[in-house]
């Protein structure tokens, strides 16, 4: 079985809110146990988290050997104050905030940093997002300041051109990755960086009600149109779910992530060789 490159532990794939309540007086062990359980149960023996800001994550490693699963994690994704990211992560004001977040990631044991440098879908409004995202400036410092202290960098990003922006600085990851336009494409293949293009959080929320359908659909076959290009320029596009999304649980999710990449035309060869770079790339002590 593929392992699950990109899952948030924290979440439940049913209420997030609630889910995160879990965890207000300490991590909830049970719940961080059930959740690997699931995993466990659908065959998944790997797992890389994108984070959390209550330690539920750093608490999954620490058990998931006992499910025979090896856990990676960033601890808590970073944003930059007033941008999306609050939902798995801490904030900087300033470019001294941001180094300091960085150290005390690796001071926490972080395999790796998680950055968050867009927004995320309007599942209402095919084709936009809920914020520009940052600077190309910005995205280029925030992943060479992670390089520099040694560590690999998994970027949540969606837009074209913040998309080339963050392949161009060097990513080692590019998570999600809605709206790629060919060169940004072409820019992903040449450098053979791992892509989780997460279809699940967007293709299983068709007839749930909470979007128009139409809307969903739209972004979905965007993307699916992407990948599809993407697979046939040989880019590397890795089994990433974000379970623990809405409508997007933890081992059954996985499985749903896989079957959109297969309708994209993407070779268990493909993913394979995706999640190998993943776990030599993601991973303490580069």
């Given at each position: 079985m593929l392992g699950e490159c990109h899952a948030h532990m924290i979440m439940d794939g049913i209420n997030y809110k609630k889910a995160v309540a879990l965890h207000e007086k300490g991590v909830c062990v049970a719940a961080v146990r059930t959740h690997l359980n699931e995993c466990r149960d659908a065959g998944i023996r790997f797992v890389r988290d994108g984070g959390d800001a209550r330690e539920v994550s750093k608490l999954a490693r620490e058990l998931a050997p006992e499910y025979g699963i090896d856990?990676?994690?960033?601890?808590?994704?970073?944003?930059?104050?007033?941008?999306?990211?609050?939902?798995?992560?801490?904030?900087?004001?300033?470019?001294?905030?941001?180094?300091?977040?960085?150290?005390?990631?690796?001071?926490?044991?972080?395999?790796?940093?998680k950055l968050m440098v867009s927004g995320i879908l309007d599942f209402a409004h095919a084709g936009t997002l809920s914020e520009d995202g940052l600077t190309r400036?910005?995205?280029?410092?925030?992943?060479?300041?992670?390089?520099?202290?040694?560590?690999?960098?998994?970027?949540?990003?969606?837009?074209?051109?913040?998309?080339?922006?963050?392949?161009?600085?060097?990513?080692?990851?590019?998570?999600?990755?809605f709206f790629m336009e060919e060169e940004t494409l072409h820019l992903l293949a040449e450098r053979q960086i791992p892509w989780m293009p997460t279809f699940a959080p967007v293709g299983n929320l068709l007839g749930c009600g909470r979007f128009p359908d139409e809307e969903v659909r739209k972004n979905l076959e965007m993307q699916m149109e992407r990948v599809k290009k993407a697979a046939s320029l040989h880019a590397c596009i890795g089994l990433g779910s974000d379970a623990g999304a809405y409508l997007v649980p933890h081992g059954k999710g996985t499985l749903d992530e896989y079957h959109y990449l297969k309708d994209a035309g993407v070779s268990d060869a493909g993913l394979f060789a995706a999640e190998d770079r993943i776990r030599k790339v993601f991973r303490r002590g580069l």
């Open positions: 856990y990676r994690t960033p601890v808590f994704a970073i944003h930059r104050r007033g941008h999306y990211g609050g939902i798995v992560g801490h904030y900087f004001d300033d470019w001294q905030g941001y180094k300091e977040l960085v150290a005390q990631a690796k001071e926490e044991g972080a395999d790796f940093i400036e910005e995205i280029r410092y925030m992943i060479h300041t992670a390089h520099d202290a040694g560590m690999a960098v998994m970027a949540h990003c969606n837009g074209d051109r913040t998309c080339f922006w963050t392949l161009e600085a060097g990513v080692d990851s590019l998570e999600h990755g």
